[in-house]
T-cell receptor
Framework: ETGVTQSPTHLIKTRGQQVTLRCSSQ?????VSWYQQALGQGPQFIFQ???????GRGNFPPRFSGLQFPNYSSELNVNALELDDSALYLC??????????????FGPGTRLTVL | QKEVEQDPGPLSVPEGAIVSLNCTYS??????FMWYRQYSRKGPELLMY????GNKEDGRFTAQVDKSSKYISLFIRDSQPSDSATYLC????????????FGSGTRLQVQP
């Protein structure tokens, strides 16, 4: 298993609510990426944080936002939840600046259900 | 058209068979290619990555990339029931957006 941890494991929310998901990156990694994986699909890139700044964003609306902290842990916030936001949310950590920076290691994910 | 296409399967093989998993991609800017294995209700686990065209071998696994035809393959030799999982291929650009672009995954079942 990787050293990437995510919390909570599962979450149930209702439409219109807000949610915060958390990720602790692997030791020595300074970059965190967030992905959304719908059932039966591959993960889709939401955004990436490097040294506390957003470093790229996928095709997701502004109600998806994030933060990275000085210890490189990260949060994903989703406002005004919609039914289609139900998915597995994955956090991946990597180390920028070296050959290995292209290796992204995933956490176990947070399964979000929106009712 | 998706940037990375992958047959969803399921692919069912007997134990000990050689498995071939394939992807095609359309983005010429991809320089790195990854294979991840994902067990049910778990996060993806990095199996192998290759840079540009060529082969890479790691134990029972061999990854191949043919950039001229935009074709990615993963071969599993002596397949085991524990190999039963969904296999995801992904492409990554060398510059710009450092985001993995995944295929939809192929579900593999290895029958004992």
């Amino acid at each position: 298993e990787t050293g990437v941890t995510q919390s909570p494991t599962h979450l149930i929310k209702t439409r219109g609510q807000q949610v915060t998901l958390r990720c602790s990156s692997q030791s020595g990694h300074n970059t965190v990426s967030w992905y959304q994986q719908a059932l039966g699909q591959g993960p889709q890139f939401i955004f990436q944080y490097y040294r506390e700044e957003e470093n790229g964003r996928g095709n997701f609306p502004p109600r998806f936002s994030g933060l990275q902290f000085p210890n490189y842990s990260s949060e994903l916030n989703v406002n005004a939840l919609e039914l289609d936001d139900s998915a597995l949310y994955l956090c991946a950590s990597s180390r920028s600046g070296r050959v290995s920076h292209n290796e992204q290691f995933f956490g176990p994910g947070t399964r979000l259900t929106v009712l | 058209q998706k940037e990375v296409e992958q047959d969803p399967g399921p692919l069912s093989v007997p134990e000990g068979a050689i498995v071939s998993l394939n992807c095609t991609y359309s983005n010429s800017a991809f320089q790195y290619f990854m294979w991840y294995r994902q067990y049910s209700r778990k996060g993806p686990e990095l199996l192998m990555y290759t840079y540009s065209s060529g082969n890479k071998e790691d134990g029972r696994f061999t990854a191949q990339v043919d950039k001229s035809s935009k074709y990615i393959s993963l071969f599993i030799r002596d397949s085991q029931p524990s190999d039963s999982a969904t296999y995801l291929c992904a492409g990554l650009m060398d510059t710009g957006r450092r985001a993995l672009t995944f295929g939809s995954g192929t579900r593999l079942q290895v029958q004992p």
